[in-house]
């Protein structure tokens, strides 16, 4: 391709899978929902196992040149892909709320930090660790590439995760072949589509289709790893039916993230953070707070002054100015948050923001916060991925650290004191992946992040995540035998 041609802008009118570099359709087609206005988007592609047969057999052909390539070229090529993104990122940006809802100012944000993520992934170096070295002999461990990767992106963070996918595969020398979320569809094959102006034919691909193309991923024998984010009940399904060719597997699943406010914080400072930490993107990230326990001592007050300041945040579609809480994503999640809602009349509990769902054009919901419930109450107990939070109380460092560990979650967790080593003595005892200390939901491409207990196996990201995409070779180097 022409490097004029690289440089050309995408066309986010209409979308294609892409198998082998090239744009193909299918038969039958689909389309998006639009949650903000309940309107169909473009028309997608419904893969076939044909296409997964032929997509399959591409990867696997580029793969034995691909994983002969160096570090440097694969570096080039995706810092070459970084540029572009950036260079159509307000197509992406659009079309990212166009089919998430998400504010645009969020949206713009999550392109952005896809090309943060696609040079810093691709800035390690993958290790060979000497074991043992003698005169006559030497033992050491290196990292080869698996094979062929399948990508299923969730769609709360369509854009970001993919990345986070594509870019550790094809980094560490393998081919890779996207699934994204048949709610939204339509960045996952633009960023692959662009990504055939940098890659060979066959490294990355993408199949878009309706709820029966992830079975065929997982069940497909050419298919040596998968990466998967979503629901736990998904997620052991996937491990499930990977276990039949031994597949490797890495899942991010869900979360309900256990957030401890000591009497020691300075509550206007961060009042706003709690709040935006815990009501980003409608709540509809794994990493969110969604237990807040907050010392009794200042209980009061603080959920006063948090209740002011989530008022202020504006509910509406996300094209519109200043808005923060854009339409959850999809119709099947507003009705499982309607559910949810309807277990604070059964269960009598005190929302003293919001509390109902009114219906209207779009998935809205406005914000909404539950005054110390009990701890077996649904609201608690449950990851909502909508916008209801419960505020619980709290006295004794013990008891709040059992409640926060006693889920089958561990994902994220933090702790907020100006005794920081108060806090750190905390976090030690939490029960997480990643733990934050007077922070929540920082992520950086260089650190690795993943959940303990039933919020996943294995680790995205930093050089552990990078390391989940390859085999481990021990080789016995002897001179002489």
């Known amino acids: 391709m022409a490097a004029s041609d690289k440089n050309s802008p995408l066309d986010f009118t209409t979308f294609h899978n892409v198998i082998n570099n090239e744009l193909t359709s299918t038969a039958a087609t689909r389309h998006g929902i639009n949650p903000a206005t309940a309107e169909p988007n473009p028309e997608v592609p419904v893969a076939t196992q044909e296409?997964?047969?032929?997509?399959?057999?591409?990867?696997?052909?580029?793969?034995?040149?691909?994983s002969?390539?160096?570090?440097?070229?694969?570096?080039?090529?995706?810092?070459?892909?970084?540029?572009?993104?950036?260079?159509?990122?307000?197509?992406?940006?659009?079309t990212l709320t166009m089919e998430q809802g998400k504010p645009l100012t969020q949206s713009t944000t999550e392109v952005g930090m896809a090309s943060t993520w696609i040079r810093?992934?691709?800035?390690?170096?993958?290790?060979?660790?000497?074991?043992?070295?003698?005169?006559?002999?030497?033992?050491?461990?290196?990292?080869?590439?698996?094979?062929?990767?399948?990508?299923?992106?969730?769609?709360?963070?369509?854009?970001?995760?993919?990345?986070?996918?594509?870019?550790?595969?094809?980094?560490?020398?393998?081919?890779?072949?996207?699934?994204?979320s048949p709610f939204t569809p339509y960045c996952g094959l633009k960023l692959v589509e662009l990504a055939a102006r940098f890659f060979p034919p066959g490294v990355v691909q993408c199949l878009s289709g309706d709820e029966s193309l992830g079975p065929l991923f997982t069940d497909h024998p050419g298919i040596d790893k998968i990466s998967f984010t979503g629901s736990i009940?998904?997620?052991?399904?996937?491990?499930?039916?990977?276990?039949?060719?031994?597949?490797?597997?890495?899942l991010e699943l869900g979360g309900n993230d256990p957030c401890i406010i000591?009497?020691?914080?300075?509550?206007?400072?961060?009042?706003?953070?709690?709040?935006?930490?815990?009501?980003?993107?409608?709540?509809?990230?794994?990493?969110?707070?969604?237990r807040l326990y907050v010392h009794e001592k200042i209980y009061d007050q603080f959920f006063e002054k948090l209740i002011a300041f989530v008022k202020t945040l504006k509910v509406g579609d996300g094209t519109?100015?200043?808005?923060?809480?854009?339409?959850?994503?999809?119709?099947?999640?507003?009705?499982?948050?309607?559910?949810?809602?309807?277990?604070?009349?059964t269960e009598n509990l005190k929302a003293v923001l919001g509390g109902t769902i009114e219906?209207?054009?779009?998935?809205?919901?406005?914000?909404?916060?539950?005054?110390?419930?009990p701890e077996n109450s649904r609201v608690v107990q449950e990851e909502p991925f909508a916008p209801i939070l419960p505020v619980m109380k709290w006295s004794d460092e013990n008891d709040v650290l059992e409640k926060a560990n006693a889920?089958?979650?561990?994902?994220?967790?933090?702790?907020?004191?100006?005794?920081?080593?108060?806090?750190?003595?905390?976090?030690?005892?939490?029960?997480?992946?990643v733990v934050w200390v007077n922070s929540h939901f920082d992520v950086a491409p260089n650190a690795p992040f993943g959940g303990h207990k039933q919020s996943g196996v294995g680790v995205e990201w930093g050089l552990s995540g990078l390391l989940g995409y390859c085999n481990s070779q021990t080789q016995w180097l002897k001179k002489s035998f």
């Not at 889920?407 to 992946?433: M, N, P």
Request: hydrophobic share 45%; aromatic share 8%; net charge neutral.
């Open 233 to 250: 009940a998904t997620g052991k399904r996937v491990m499930a039916s990977c276990a039949k060719t031994l597949k490797r597997v890495t």
């Open 407 to 433: 889920l089958e979650t561990g994902l994220g967790a933090s702790v907020w004191s100006k005794d920081f080593d108060r806090a750190t003595r905390i976090a030690d005892q939490l029960e997480s992946g």
């Open 51 to 66: 296409d997964m047969d032929k997509a399959v057999a591409a990867a696997r052909a580029a793969f034995k040149t691909w």
């Open 359 to 373: 219906e209207s054009k779009g998935y809205f919901i406005h914000p909404t916060i539950i005054q110390n419930p």
């Open 320 to 345: 519109e100015a200043d808005v923060f809480f854009g339409p959850v994503q999809n119709k099947m999640q507003f009705e499982k948050a309607k559910d949810l809602f309807n277990s604070i009349s």
């Open 120 to 180: 810093g992934l691709s800035s390690f170096e993958i290790p060979t660790n000497v074991i043992e070295e003698t005169e006559d002999r030497k033992i050491i461990q290196r990292y080869t590439p698996m094979g062929v990767a399948g990508a299923i992106v969730p769609w709360n963070f369509p854009v970001l995760l993919a990345i986070g996918k594509i870019v550790p595969a094809v980094y560490t020398g393998n081919t890779i072949i996207v699934k994204p």
């Open 68 to 94: 002969k390539t160096s570090f440097e070229e694969r570096r080039a090529a995706l810092h070459a892909y970084a540029n572009a993104i950036e260079a159509n990122l307000d197509g992406f940006a659009k």
């Open 262 to 290: 000591c009497e020691d914080v300075d509550i206007d400072a961060i009042i706003p953070k709690i709040g935006i930490l815990s009501y980003l993107c409608s709540s509809q990230i794994c990493m969110m707070i969604k």
